[in-house]
């Protein structure tokens, strides 16, 4: 049987045949039902020419204490389906139906099982494949971005440290990274938790190269009520003010239908690792406590206001050369 192109999977692994360096890595969100137990689990490779840099992980962020830890394995014992997401690092199973974690070392005690249903993925199209529209096509993007799921249920428990955590009825989110490295700097957040049921948002700008230079591009997309709305520089959106500091993230894009405005509340939060061209090295904050306040507003009927809502438990990372992505947005 022919295996589907892998642009049009951009859930599944990347890295058959991938020459280093390389890095794939998929991020797991699971917030309980009571929003008190927030934890971040991010299973990936680094493929390096240095043996000793070349490796399998997995990264575990407390997002209510902002304690992370770092799960080195060695890179054979990571294996990866070729026709569909499906990843085994050691006793560990990752896949858009389960989360299965056997985790025991001087760092932390980490076992149990987490179910998902009803998941939402980003769609993909041909001209389209993911969040990343006609980008996904081109071959020499220093990183490429998938969805997984924008929200789903969660069923199941986790033991940490001897202590049990029940996610039944919880929230989750999905997403996932892979290329040669993080860009030179960048905002992301994302957030699926407001007060009507299943509105997700997720929203990300980054320095990105092409060919001799490169330029600030920016993705955007916010589920309310079963529609997708989305902004992009591939899109033809633009990006109309971009402003970080100590406290906030503030951001307004828009494009000839709708203007989203964005609102983020940074808060205290843990340090996990990202990938430069050498090794799994790059120390990046990153909270899950934050709160982000949503605009959306319809320009053709004077200004109509599609949804507004303030976010919880929201993922937030601002890392690297800000000044120069804010600049480059023409912010």
């Known amino acids: ?18 020459k280093p360096p390389f890095f794939e890595g998929w991020y797991y969100k699971l ?19 240095e043996p000793s840099a070349e490796h399998a992980f997995i990264q575990v962020l407390n997002g209510t204490t902002g304690e992370a830890s770092y799960h080195r ?60 529209g006609w980008y ?15 929200d789903h249920t969660l069923h199941g428990t986790l033991v940490a440290n001897g ?28 957030c699926n938790h407001f007060e009507t049921p299943g509105t997700s948002l997720t929203a990300s700008a980054a320095i990105i190269p092409w060919l001799t230079g490169a330029f600030g591009g920016f993705i955007a997309g916010l589920r309310h009520q079963g529609r997708l709305y989305r902004f992009a520089t591939y899109t033809g959106a633009r990006s109309e003010g971009l402003e970080v500091d100590d406290q906030q993230v503030s951001w307004v894009m828009g494009d000839r239908y709708r203007r989203l405005r964005l609102t983020a509340r940074r808060e205290r939060g843990g340090l996990i690792y990202g990938p430069s061209r050498t090794d799994m090295s790059r120390r990046i904050g990153e909270t899950m406590l934050a709160t982000v306040e949503v605009y959306l507003q319809e320009w053709r009927q004077r200004e109509r206001l599609l949804f507004r809502g303030s976010g919880r ?19």
């Not at 049987?1 to 991938?18: F, I, N, S």
């Not at 917030?31 to 020419?49: H, K, M, Q, T």
Request: proline share 7%.
């Open 313 to 331: 438990n929201a993922g937030l990372e601002v890392h690297g050369d800000i000044t120069r992505l804010i600049t480059m947005l023409g912010s």
């Open 31 to 49: 917030v309980d039902a009571a929003e008190n137990v927030r934890y971040a689990i991010i299973p990936g490779i680094f493929l390096s020419d």
């Open 73 to 132: 394995y060695p890179a054979p014992l990571f294996w990866a389906a070729r026709d569909r997401f499906d990843i085994r690092i050691g006793p560990n199973h990752f896949n858009t139906q389960v989360l299965e974690v056997a985790i025991d070392d001087d760092q932390l005690s980490l076992h149990g099982r987490i179910h998902f249903s009803g998941i939402k993925p980003w769609p993909v199209s041909l001209l389209a494949p993911g969040i990343m």
């Open 1 to 18: 049987m022919k295996t589907r192109c892998a642009v049009l999977d951009p859930d599944r692994y990347h890295g058959h045949g991938q």
């Open 136 to 150: 996904a096509w081109v071959p020499f993007m220093e990183t490429y971005h998938g969805v997984v799921s924008l």
């Open 163 to 190: 202590q049990p955590l029940s996610f039944d009825g919880g929230r989750g989110y999905v997403e996932k990274d892979w290329g040669a490295s993080f860009p030179a700097g960048y905002v992301w957040t994302q």
